[in-house]
């Protein structure tokens, strides 16, 4: 089983700032990964997938990078609808696994 | 949209069967699948069934326990659960694959969810 391992546990970040997200694979998925944003109660929503390409209506502060084992998950300006939970899931493998989630919270 | 039903209270050894009603797309061209939270837990894949209901996956946690199938001129997705243990716990979630046919394998929507609880 693929371990995915998100970083960090949370991320607090001030309005209109940018924030950095972290995922790393135990092996290589090539570019198998996708990204989930979880707003409090809410199913999640697909934001990234192929590591890089955005999902049909993300807005384009949301960028995706990396390949292999090592994942990136940027807003470039947080917004107050941004500080939610983010999630990266490989689809390289089965089983299909996800990682722990980052929280990004104000500062 | 898809909208999950069936969650509940259950007892330990139970059984229970989740529903996941489609609309609005053409159901019996996704792959689907479920996957479950834990409270106050991350995000756990639970099985895979292809579009025309001939392929099954199943997590290590479930296999034996948990079966998936599809009535595609229902436009609905079943999960029955038996041999239900405490860790089974959670927000049951069904997702639609991306593409037709041939799955994707990363979840492009969700349902609102089904809460099942696992309790003595």
């Known amino acids: 089983e693929i371990v995915m391992t998100q970083s960090p546990a949370t991320l607090s970040v001030s309005p209109g700032q940018r924030a950095t997200l972290s995922c790393w694979a135990s092996q290589s998925v090539s570019t198998n990964l996708a990204w989930y944003q979880q707003k409090l109660g809410q199913a999640p929503r697909l934001l990234i997938y192929g590591a890089s390409t955005r999902a049909t209506g993300i807005p384009a502060r949301f960028s995706g990078s990396g390949s292999g084992s090592d994942f990136t998950l940027t807003i470039s300006s947080l917004q107050s609808e941004d500080f939610v939970i983010y999630y990266c899931q490989q689809y390289d493998m089965w089983p299909l696994t996800f990682g722990g989630g980052t929280k990004v919270e104000i500062k | 949209q898809l909208v999950e039903s069936g969650g509940g209270v259950v007892q330990p050894g139970g059984s229970l069967r989740l529903s996941c009603e489609a609309s609005g797309f053409t159901f019996s061209n996704l792959a689907m699948y479920w996957v479950r939270q834990s409270p106050g837990k991350g995000l756990e894949w639970v099985s895979f069934i292809s579009f025309d209901g001939k392929n099954e996956y199943y997590a290590d946690s479930v296999k034996g326990r948990f079966t998936v199938f599809r009535d595609n001129s229902k436009n609905t997705l079943y999960l029955q659960m038996s041999s239900l243990r405490t860790e089974d716990t959670g927000i049951y979630y069904c997702?639609?694959?991306?593409?037709?046919?041939?799955?994707?394998?990363?979840?492009?929507?969700w349902g609102q969810g089904a809460l099942v609880t696992v309790s003595a």
């Open positions: 997702a639609r694959d991306s593409a037709f046919w041939t799955p994707t394998w990363y979840f492009d929507f």
